[in-house]
């Protein structure tokens, strides 16, 4: 009972409310990441997984109870509810509470890989899985690989709440095939990750997510310096067609390529739909 009542009270605290046509609806928070679904049948599942260890209630949308997990071990686990409405009905699954430990490899802190009933996200996966008071990060490596479904925008505070040393495969092919994300990548999406780069931190981060559009953000990078590590910016925005625009002339500003490797910043570009690759200083702050 005490678990319920915490949850409760954490929504309740975190909860915004404002009109719309005279009605009042909540507003997705910082404070809790919200998947929102496909239509989904009278008996279909939904399911995903978590390696992190922590705290978590799942509020899977459909009325019924809020589902506490203790998760005590960075093993990957998965999550799964079946859905009884008698249409098909698309629904709102909120995910709360916070981590308290995180896998040592490559497992990633949540992943919905390959879930083609993912539609929308919101919220902050930094609220749920923060950096720790050890310094520890999370990954999200392939955590919405192939979500072809996926429409909408990239929160712009997805990461709220990480910040710090990024650990190798952060964001490795975390949205690649995502296709149907649009609008911009958001200004300082990477702001709280700081220090040396890291091999893989962002290998095909955005791969084939051919409806972003506008520019690259200046500062999105702006938190690493030091020497570069090979495969850091391997295909990166690769195949982004929908991209416009030059590539910032400071996008680098911060880096050390004096011990410059190959693959460092393979096909970073290639196919996407920026102005030129090369625009004049683009890579003026890279030294060595």
């Known amino acids: 009972m005490s678990g319920f009542v915490k949850l409760i009270l954490l929504k309740y605290k975190n909860t915004n409310y404002e009109k719309v046509d005279g009605v009042c609806v909540s507003t997705v928070q910082e404070s809790e990441f919200v998947i929102t679904t496909t239509k989904i049948a009278s008996g279909g599942t939904f399911n995903f997984s978590i390696s992190a260890a922590g705290i978590f209630y799942i509020d899977w949308g ?3 109870a809020v589902q506490p997990i203790n998760k005590t071990n960075t093993n990957m686990e998965t999550f799964s509810h079946t859905y009884t409405a008698s249409e098909p009905k698309s629904y709102d699954i909120k ?5 308290t430990q995180y896998h040592t490899g490559s497992s990633p802190a949540i992943s919905f890989s390959n879930n083609k009933q993912v539609a929308g996200i919101a919220g902050s996966l930094g609220a749920v899985f923060p950096t720790l008071a050890d310094g520890s990060n999370p990954i999200f490596y392939q955590t919405f690989y192939m979500c072809t479904s996926l429409k909408g ?4 505070h997805l990461f709220t709440g990480i910040y710090g040393t990024a650990p190798a495969w952060m964001f490795r092919s975390m949205f690649e095939g995502c296709s149907g994300l649009t609008g911009e990548i958001p200004t300082g999406l990477f702001a709280g990750i700081t220090g ?10 955005f791969y084939k997510c051919s409806g972003l559009t506008g520019t ?6 702006a938190g690493f310096s030091g020497a570069l590590t090979s495969t850091m910016f391997t295909g990166t925005f690769r195949m982004c ?5 030059y590539v910032p002339w400071n996008l680098f500003e911060n880096i050390d390529a004096s011990s410059f490797k190959n693959g460092i910043m393979k096909q970073i570009f290639e196919g996407s739909g920026l102005d030129t690759l090369c625009p004049a200083n683009t890579y003026q702050y890279i030294t060595g």
Do not use: R, W
């Not at 995910?95 to 981590?99: C, D, E, I, N, R």
């Not at 925008?153 to 712009?156: G, L, N, R, Y």
């Open 216 to 221: 690259i953000p200046s500062d999105l990078f």
């Open 62 to 64: 459909d009325g019924s």
């Open 196 to 205: 040396t780069s890291v091999k893989y931190a962002f290998f095909n981060t």
């Open 241 to 245: 067609s929908g991209l416009s625009g």
């Open 95 to 99: 995910l709360t509470g916070q981590a």
């Open 153 to 156: 925008s990239i929160p712009p």
